[in-house]
């Protein structure tokens, strides 16, 4: 059996991902749509190698019988068109911030908490986690399993490609004016991203944290347990793909790190490389185009009774967004519709 299918925010980083994946692991659709802001109605988006797809604007857009909505059109647009898609009996997979933390809605990463799926005709919305928790929830499931995880401590390292097309090209523009010893404003950031880090993505919230940090710690608490303490440090750095996060982790119970290596090289999506030997980690160019979460630095903290140090890099818009919100949706085919 063939769904319905529509990619809503198809001509954005994450759409056009979206498209791609649903291609490469031929999600069973009869039909597929491209839909997104009048502004780009009209444009063509490709689908797999050979099909274009010309895009349908979002505001008079009927999701009637259409049975999936992958949504990454902003969180202003899925505030007001996800509940009308999801009114219309299509199951929207939302991948925007604006709904991840009602009681009602599952926030999934299905390697993960599949079993949250099962509530997701409450509201016929199912929320795609932030970019930075995804990857980190999945290195921190299998450690969980094995010893009760008290406190987190993670510092980010986030490319630009997760603030959108603009800042990607704000990165490529700045990189080259250093060149001719020229300047460029910041428009999409605070400061210059190139050859820079930026503490500071999103907005401030009044206790001194952004926004993006905040995400980290709820996420990861209605995800995996509410009872793991989560402190985030969320940074930009002038990379264009993929998302590298620092993390140390302090448990309940005694574990090891040949004990947390073996687990974690037996979960899925995840990618253990790790011999400091061989010099072997891995880094975000290595991973941009990759599906997994990679696992490196792995090591005893000795600073606590029970704690270790990783060092976990994936590809932001494919796990950290597309690529999970497809797996949500092959997840509902397999195990509801």
């Known amino acids: ?14 759409g056009r991902e979206m498209l791609g994946i649903l291609s490469e692991r031929e999600f069973p659709s009869d039909e597929l749509v491209a839909v997104a802001s009048s502004r780009s109605a009209g444009k063509e988006v490709s689908y797999g190698d050979f099909d274009v797809l010309k895009v349908r604007a979002l505001d008079d857009f009927d999701f009637t019988g259409f049975d999936i909505a992958l949504f990454s059109p902003g969180s202003k647009a899925s505030a007001e068109h996800a509940p009308r898609a999801a009114e219309a009996g299509c199951i929207v997979i939302d991948n925007t911030s604006y709904f991840r933390m009602d009681v009602d809605v599952p926030l999934v990463v299905p390697e993960v908490n599949r079993d949250a799926l099962a509530n997701f005709s409450n509201r016929n919305i199912i929320a795609n ?37 603009r800042a990607m090209d704000e990165l490529f523009d700045q990189t080259r004016k250093v060149f ?25 919230q009044p206790d001194g944290s952004t926004k993006e940090e905040l995400k980290m710690v709820r996420e990861t608490q209605k995800i995996l347990d509410p009872a793991i303490q989560v402190s985030a440090t969320c940074t930009r750095v002038p990379v264009f793909v993929g998302h590298a996060e620092s993390i140390n982790i302090e448990f309940d119970a005694p574990i090891g790190a040949d004990e947390a290596r073996a687990a974690l090289e037996n979960a899925e999506g995840v990618v253990v490389v ?18 997994g979460v990679y696992v490196s630095r792995i090591r005893q903290d000795h600073t606590v009774e029970y704690g270790l140090n990783l060092w976990v890099v994936s590809d932001n818009l494919r796990k950290g967004a597309a690529l999970n919100s497809v797996q949500i949706a092959e997840a509902l085919v397999e195990d509801y519709l």
């Open 1 to 14: 059996m063939g769904y319905r299918v529509a990619v809503v925010g198809a001509t954005g980083n994450v």
């Open 129 to 165: 986690p932030n970019c930075s928790t995804i990857q980190m929830v999945m290195a921190l499931k299998p450690l969980h399993d094995l010893a009760p995880i008290r406190r987190v401590v993670v510092s980010t390292y986030q490319s630009v490609s997760g603030a959108g097309r």
């Open 180 to 204: 001719f010893n020229e300047r460029l404003n910041p428009i999409n950031f605070t400061r210059e991203i190139a050859f820079n880090v930026i503490p500071h993505i999103d907005v401030f």
């Open 274 to 291: 790790d011999d400091p030997e061989k010099e072997e980690y891995v880094t975000p160019i290595e991973v941009a185009g990759e599906s």
